[in-house]
């Protein structure tokens, strides 16, 4: 395939609007494209506009290697990006776009190395089953509608295709996310004793409960993941400034660690938020909206090893320019831990989770897993996403390679 007929695919694929849904169209592109290729696969409606895609690549037997990645993108801004968001755009070798870096990229580098391993006619002694999700950035509806149906019952391995660069990420964390609702009663903001204010009781329960999670959390971390997060993303209250107000919302991020994990800092949670409403006027509401464990696999697995030994040639011709150096030893003071290497393929941890909580659930500790990718993880979820074009056609022949090497 030409470097111009690889570009169209990624293109296309970002043009595609899908923030937070809506991958239904953008999977039936995908299979148009295989069948282009005369590959098979198979489309799982999961309504609402969304979809799965799974294919089979090889010879039916094992070992098994599944890879993965997902259609959705998270919410853009377009008055802050300078180049449409839904168009790709290639300056300076660098591509700008919607998913380039989290992860188109890596799904279209996917899609690519099977075509051309089909083109050339390479012959697998295993199996690639290619899982591409739904929803991976909201509720994992995709990849636990996969695991529901079995898709992972005789997997041997498991590649996620998330943007780490020349870096391996064998565990993440995981996540629980809270929706609280502070319920009060209005009144004139001359006359407060009439009211009961939503905004202060949501703040104060707020502050209790982060009290409480962050003393747990400096007291149960984890050797390889660091410590369980606590981060208020969203707060909404209030209708004018003469008002008290008589709803306040709030949305909490939680990222979990084994050694804190989420059915306890659920239940730390609901606790705190019981004996506030024991004692104040006014109720508390509590509603869980993402619950997925952390997952904590094998760092020296054959699949792990396998990466190793095919990227680090493309590694070692990579020039790191002066910013992205400073952009990964920054990454590990912040953080704590992983280290950050121009020379060796660092084998690290995440706070970030994949599709890999739902699609592993049953075994989440030990697994023959790895998260490894195109694009720079830093770029992810913010305005102006962009990704090395060298690095993601680099990436597409190293997957040709690790695909072939993983059943030797």
Known sequence: MEQEDKIKILSNLVS??????????????IQTVLAKYEIESKLIDLGNNQANL??????????????????????????????????????????????????????????????????????????????LTAGEEVGMLGSHQLQKDGYMDDVDSLLIAEPTGYRIVYANKGEVDFEVTSIGKEAHSSRPNFGINAIQNLMDVLEETRAVIEKKAAENQSASLGKTT???????????????PGIAK?????????????QQIIADFKQ????????????????????????????????????????????????????????????????GFNPFSKDKIAVLTAAGGTDASELLVNKLNGASYAVFGPGNPLKMHQNNESTSLSMWLNFIEIYKKLFVCYFD
């Open 272 to 335: 705190v938020v019981a004996d506030f409403n024991r004692v104040h006027d006014g109720e508390i509401k509590v509603a869980i909206k993402m619950n997925i464990s952390p997952v904590n696999a094998d760092p020296k697995s054959k699949l792990i090893n396998n990466i190793i030994k095919v990227a680090t040639p493309f590694l070692n011709k990579t020039d790191y320019s002066e910013s992205e150096v400073k952009q990964g030893q920054l990454m590990l003071e912040k953080q």
């Open 230 to 244: 606590y981060t208020v993303d969203i707060f909404q209250g209030g209708i004018q400034v003469n008002a008290i």
């Open 54 to 131: 799974v294919v089979e690549f090889g010879s039916g037997n094992h070992p098994i290697l599944a890879v993965s990645g997902h259609f959705d993108t998270v919410s853009v801004d377009k008055s802050a990006w300078k180049t449409n968001p839904f168009e790709l755009t290639i300056k300076d070798g660098i591509m700008f776009g919607s998913g380039v870096t989290d992860m188109k990229g890596g799904v279209a580098a996917l899609i690519i190395s099977l075509i051309e391993l089909k083109e050339q006619q390479i012959q697998l002694p295993g199996t690639i089953r290619l899982l």
């Open 250 to 262: 709030a949305e909490i991020n939680t990222r979990i660690v084994p050694s804190y994990n989420n």
């Open 16 to 29: 595609f609007n899908t923030v937070n849904g809506n991958e239904l169209p953008a999977a039936k592109y």
